[in-house]
């Protein structure tokens, strides 16, 4: 196994024995990057200058047996976090030439565990997106077969991790941004609780869904990551202020009694021949290993979908609406007076998707619609977190497929109603604001990979994360080198 196919935990453990240095590390990526990043197209913005002479400053330090938990690891960020000194684009024209002034919490929090940034992952412009197919400047391909999509908005995020171009990534997760493409790209996807990690320097699309989260190779190495990105932060009202346990203890529990619902909703039309019977045989697993899997219902599962549309795009109209030409970012260069320069840049500076949803957005918050759409759509949230909630009385976990089907070809889904409806098994936890999980169970007849979603109350992040793992070591791990389809890298 070479050095760039290590798994996180691997990583530190050769990095904390001597066998490698975080240069040896750091280059080897590089080496890994050029290699594969013509065919993958996962990255905006490198920095490799920075990164090697952080890794020489490193490798001192790791060899005195200090330094952070992440001391000298290669990572990789999707490019909706600020970045003080390096742009920060989300995939947009709109803001191609941005340069933050200020780092994002979860940036200070990796450099402090001692993590270096490699580059900037491509992303569906804004986060709006389940293909990466949005993105102004490229279209990320999936690692397993270049035909075929990593799925979004964390695309880049997902396939820099299965093409094993950094030790992890990080993504951010609005209604399954960081589990479908998880579950495409053959990787782990965390969506933590909302508020458990700081959203302070995440450019906002619906700020009361979206949320940060690692993507990884295995479970426990999302753990680790886990570990250094949690915690209450002042500078984001919405972390949530509660003691930030150590992810990594517990792994190995036995899991035998735990209680799992598996909702019968998530089982209707349109779910693959391929997920469903990977599925079936992820339950056995479980059954295997002594839990209690039963069959159970979420009624309000079926409205989720449509109560998402409506409350993101709502959400994101007003957080765009800061885009205007005038106090930063890209700006028209022929207009005749300022009303004309809103109109002028942001017709130009933002893509079809982007528009299509501040436009619904904008629509359904009008008078005289407001009440017939956002405030029953608010009102449904409500609902379904309460499905959830008694959910929760009886079971420790949800199970579900992540996605209907797996990974789909480039340029398939060109009506965005057929594209919305990838993201159906995800969207409702980030309603509920719960925890959730994407973990590879299964490929399918066309050697593409298949996510399996374990789904928790808030704040149970070491339950998924246990039963996680738990089923993961019963099924072995493989190197992803050895599973990417004959189309791929």
Request: glycine share 8%; aromatic share 8%.
């Amino acid at each position: 196994m070479q050095t760039f196919e290590l798994t996180l935990k691997q990583t530190i453990d050769k990095l904390k024995s001597g066998d490698i240095t975080p240069s040896d590390l750091i280059n080897s990526h590089i080496k890994r990057i050029n290699a594969v990043e013509k065919d993958v197209d996962a990255l905006n913005e490198t920095e490799f200058d920075l990164a090697v002479k952080k890794a020489k400053a490193m490798d001192e330090i790791v060899e005195k047996g200090e330094g952070g938990a992440l001391a000298g690891v290669p990572y990789i960020l999707k490019d909706n976090m600020c970045t003080k000194g390096l742009k920060t684009t989300c995939s947009s024209k709109i803001l191609n030439n941005f340069v933050p002034p200020y780092n994002a919490t979860v940036v200070d929090k990796l450099e402090k565990a001692g993590a270096i940034l490699l580059a900037k992952a491509n992303m569906d412009e804004f986060a709006m997106g389940s293909s990466t197919e949005n993105s102004a400047f490229k279209k990320t391909k999936n690692p397993f077969d270049l035909s075929r999509v990593p799925g979004g908005s964390s695309g880049g995020s997902a396939a820099s991790v299965s093409a094993s171009e950094a030790s992890f990534a990080l993504g951010s997760d609005t209604g399954g941004s960081i589990r479908q493409p998880a579950a495409y790209c053959g990787v782990v996807g965390l969506k933590p609780t909302y508020g458990m990690v700081s959203r302070y320097g995440l450019v906002a699309f619906a700020s009361s869904l979206d949320q940060i989260g690692p993507l990884t190779k295995t479970v426990e190495d999302s753990a680790i990551v886990l570990n250094a990105i949690a915690g209450h932060d002042k500078k984001d009202s919405t972390s949530i202020k509660v003691d930030v346990p150590d992810y990594t203890e517990g792994l190995d529990k036995e899991i035998k009694g735990m209680k799992i619902g598996v909702p019968k909703e998530y089982f209707k039309e349109g779910l693959s021949k391929d997920v469903k019977t990977s599925i079936e045989n992820a339950i056995k697993t479980y059954e295997s290993l002594g839990s209690v899997v039963e069959e159970t219902t979420l009624p309000t599962f079926d409205y989720a979908l449509s109560a998402y549309y409506i409350i993101s795009s709502a959400e994101a109209t007003s957080n765009l609406s800061r885009y205007d030409g005038v106090k930063y970012g890209y700006r028209a260069k022929e207009f005749d007076d300022v009303v004309d320069l809103y109109k002028q840049t942001r017709t130009e500076g933002f893509g079809a998707e982007v528009k299509r949803r501040i436009m619904l957005g904008n629509y359904v918050l009008s008078s005289g619609y407001y009440d017939a759409y956002y405030l029953k759509a608010q009102k449904v949230r409500t609902l379904i977190k309460q499905d959830f909630d008694k959910l929760f009385e009886k079971y420790d976990l949800i199970l579900s497929p992540t996605t209907p089907a797996v990974a789909f070809k480039a340029g398939e889904k060109e009506d965005p109603m057929a594209m919305y409806m990838t993201d159906i098994y995800t969207v409702p936890i980030n309603i509920a604001g719960l925890p959730a999980i994407s973990i590879p169970c299964g490929m399918s007849n066309e050697n593409m990979p298949i996510g399996m979603q374990l789904i928790g109350k808030p704040l149970s992040e070491k339950t998924i994360l246990n039963a996680g793992h738990v089923f993961e070591q019963s099924r072995g791990i493989f190197p992803l080198s050895e599973t990417l389809g004959k189309g791929g890298v």
